[in-house]
């Protein structure tokens, strides 16, 4: 029905990326639910407390800082430590109470929290509206702040009470309690944050965990936070996340027993599990809105020319790429909202059809009839480099010579996104709980992975603000068509192929629940055996 009166927290729930009866129109979404640990289907147990989890991470964090790190790995390691503004359901993306207890537009323009009393940060300092209003002004103003794209539309953070504050925004925004559920809504102790860069190794959030150490490129070690607020959490004594970047060893260390748990695995490591793992681990793969895509900086030479960009679209084998890549478990990609997604317009699955005539065409028209050369970067795991190996081979056969620079993800992220170097690199987008997210985030002006800073085409913006300025779910879809079609008319991206979430673990690990971003939270996690 029409939200014209801007309700509070559960009929804001119908905009969501999925609700429960829309998810179940699609197979995946269907295979999700029933796969979800926690549905009503799993068996309830009580759960046992104490033990460490430990985690075969396959990648070292960009920042601790919610506010200024980057790449959508760290997630993993920020939900246990940040408790967020609003939270989401797994199974369905829906919104539910996190540190706001309910939220009301009151109006259009303003966003009243009603916060959680009683909660303190790892510090001990309270968690109340002056804390939620030192964030989100952080969050605007920082010069290394990653989310200014994500809200934009904040204009300034009025204290109504000391568990209540109003958002003032400058346009309506009826994404933002979502975009409260990613990096702008994990708060952070202001006295903490005020340590500057220093702050980016010493997190100090609300969470079920406080921090104790990282040292880089081996562990991150997280301890019980005995003052949580949820009295029921955690059951654990602790979180160590062990660095292991190359995801055969993560996988093994985890059948061999020396780890519980091990995610973003590859299908390949899934018929490893599946083969000599069985009876000692437990394999779930279950489906995301997470996919790979070839992001552009389309503000350098050669990929400042659209018909470049559509080149490589066209140069793109999605399908064999599915099925040598992925084993066919993936999803082939158009946009960065998957097919069967109540905002996805079905109309452009096939947008970018395999064409390699055409994009050796569209080269010759750009002046590269004689090919053309592109700097390529990406992530130096294995996995990464058998997929960079099929992209270079197919964007080959229509002259486009890629020459790869490989590293580790956090450095290939700063040397791309925030030094600029490079045309194009191929990263996992993991997804946000909000589908107007994406689209701030890689394609926003100010968007943490464009890395050009490049502004998005007029329709775009036009129809970024409508997506979040609708108020119903039909009428945000209908912008979100305009705004897929945007996307895919400049080619602003390369999307590949969405991917199946896939994590191994410990017959003792219970109450993990998997969701729809692909990207695991341990924090209802337990140890039996």
């Not at 192929?497 to 017959?507: L, R, S």
Request: glycine share 8%; with cysteine; charged share 25%.
């Amino acid at each position: 029905m029409p939200i014209c009166e801007f309700p509070r927290v559960r009929s804001l729930a119908s905009l969501a990326t999925f609700n429960r009866r829309d998810l179940l129109k699609t197979a995946a979404g269907a295979a999700l639910v029933a796969a979800l640990p926690g549905s009503l289907n799993a068996q309830q147990e009580t759960p046992k407390k104490g033990g460490v989890l430990k985690i075969a991470a396959p990648f070292n964090p960009s920042s601790l800082d919610p506010l200024t790190g980057g790449a959508g790995s760290d997630h993993m390691i920020l939900y246990p430590l940040f408790d967020t503004l609003v939270d989401f359901e797994p199974g369905t993306l829906a919104p539910k109470p996190g540190l706001a207890t309910s939220w009301e537009f009151t109006d259009p323009k303003t966003l009243v929290l009603n916060l959680r009393e009683g909660v303190r940060f790892h510090d001990g300092e309270p968690f109340d509206a002056a804390a939620v209003k030192a964030h989100l002004e952080r969050a605007k103003s920082d010069p290394r702040s990653s989310v200014k794209g994500d809200i934009a539309s904040l204009d300034s953070v009025e204290v109504l009470a000391p568990n209540k504050v109003a958002l003032k925004l400058s346009r309506p925004d009826t994404a933002l309690p979502l975009i409260l559920a990613d990096r702008a809504g994990m708060v952070s102790s202001p006295k903490a944050a005020a340590k500057g860069r220093q702050y980016d190794r010493e997190p100090v959030g609300t969470g079920p965990f406080r921090f104790e150490k990282w040292n880089d490129n081996d562990v991150v070690v997280l301890v019980r936070n005995p003052d949580y607020w949820n009295k029921d959490l955690p059951h654990l004594d602790g979180i160590t996340f062990r660095v292991i970047t190359d995801l055969n060893t993560g996988l093994r260390s985890v059948i061999a027993g020396e780890n519980h748990f091990a995610y973003r695995l590859n299908p390949q490591q899934k018929v490893v599990a599946d083969r000599t793992g069985a009876g000692k681990v437990v394999v779930s793969s279950t489906p995301t809105i997470a996919d790979y895509h070839l992001v552009f900086n389309y503000k350098r030479e050669p990929l400042n020319d659209v018909r470049v960009r559509k080149a490589i679209n066209y140069a793109i084998d999605r399908e064999a790429f599915n099925k040598a890549a992925l084993l066919g478990l993936g999803v082939p990609a158009q946009t960065m909202l998957p097919p069967g997604y109540w905002a996805h317009d079905s109309s452009l699955d096939n947008y970018y059809r395999y064409d390699p005539d055409k994009a050796r065409a569209l080269l010759k028209e750009a002046g590269h009839a004689d090919g053309v050369d592109i700097k390529f970067f990406g992530n130096s795991d294995q996995a990464s480099q058998q997929r960079h190996e099929i992209i270079i081979e197919q964007l080959r056969k229509v002259g486009i010579r890629a020459s790869l620079t490989s590293g580790s993800n956090a450095d290939m992220y700063q040397r791309f996104m925030i030094n600029g170097e490079g045309d194009m690199i191929m990263t996992l987008w993991t997804g946000r709980p909000d589908p107007s997210l994406p689209f701030l985030l890689v394609y926003g002006e100010n968007g943490f992975n464009n890395a050009g800073k490049v502004p998005p085409p007029p329709e775009m913006i036009a129809a970024q603000n409508e997506s979040q300025s609708q108020t119903t779910q039909e009428g945000r879809k209908r912008a979100f068509a305009k705004l897929e079609k945007a996307a895919l008319d400049h080619a602003l991206s390369c999307e590949v192929a969405f991917v199946p979430g896939i994590e191994v673990y410990a017959p003792s690990v219970k109450g993990y629940v998997p969701n729809l971003l692909g990207k695991p939270k341990f924090n209802g996690i337990y140890l039996d055996g």
